[in-house]
């Protein structure tokens, strides 16, 4: 069964660095986003993706994220200069049609780890 | 007020157990509602779908109510195996919004 892949599965950081996070869609998908999940919190979006161009983003995601999609296959979220605040599950997802109806399938999501 | 609102629990019940968990939503223009479910420290992933006009799963159940902007979820001859985060999520547009999710863990 085809699956949203994610690597790496876990990723320490010093403060103040850049981190790219990286996602292999569903093949056959067209929409992409990228959520995160702080320890104990909910999961919360952060931007959909689709004909290369950001569809939605929310408040969290300001200037020291952004997305790219660098070739067919990958999906890719860059934070410029990471933050303690940072420190979170990253989960990617991808969706045929971008519909509300649609289901989003997840990857397995990064760790991200912010000394 | 959050946008979906879930009692955080966790509930503990026995095998064979019914359960229960509702959800509200403060959205109106809400359009699609989901369960999804999320083991420890793994990704969601998608239990359900729910519709107006409720609809079955197996052992699982869901009815939305409009009016009332509840979601609700029951789990029937509830099984090891269900312990696990239960996630009640709205969208209006492509986005996902997420409740905080409730524990649930079954007993011997």
């Known amino acids: 069964e085809p699956e949203v892949t994610q690597t790496p599965s876990h990723q320490v950081t010093q403060m103040g660095q850049e981190v790219i996070l990286r996602c292999v869609p569903i093949?056959?998908?067209?929409?992409f986003y990228w959520y995160r999940q702080i320890l104990g919190q909910k999961v919360e979006f952060l931007v959909s993706f689709y004909n290369n161009e950001i569809s939605e983003k929310s408040e969290i995601f300001d200037d020291q994220f952004s997305v790219e999609r660098p070739d067919g296959s990958n999906f890719t979220l860059k934070i410029r200069s990471t933050k303690l605040e940072d420190s979170a599950m990253y989960f990617c997802?991808?969706?045929?049609?971008?519909?509300?109806?649609?289901?989003?399938?997840f990857g397995p999501g990064t760790r991200l780890t912010v000394l | 007020r959050k946008e979906v609102e879930q009692d955080p629990g966790p509930f503990n019940v026995p095998e064979g157990a019914t359960v229960a968990f509702n959800c509200t939503y403060s959205n109106s223009a809400s359009q699609s509602f989901f369960w999804y479910r999320q083991d420890c420290r793994k990704e969601p992933k998608l239990l359900m779908s729910v519709y107006s006009s409720g609809n079955e799963d197996g052992r699982f159940t869901a009815q939305l109510n409009r009016a009332s902007q509840y979601i609700s979820l029951l789990i029937r001859d509830s099984k090891l195996s269900d312990s696990a985060t239960y996630l009640c999520?709205?969208?209006?547009?492509?986005?996902?919004?997420f409740g905080t999710g409730t524990r649930l863990q079954v007993f011997p």
């Open positions: 997802a991808s969706s045929e049609v971008g519909t509300s109806m649609d289901e989003q399938f």
């Open positions: 093949s056959n998908h067209l929409y």
């Open positions: 999520v709205v969208s209006n547009t492509d986005k996902l919004i």
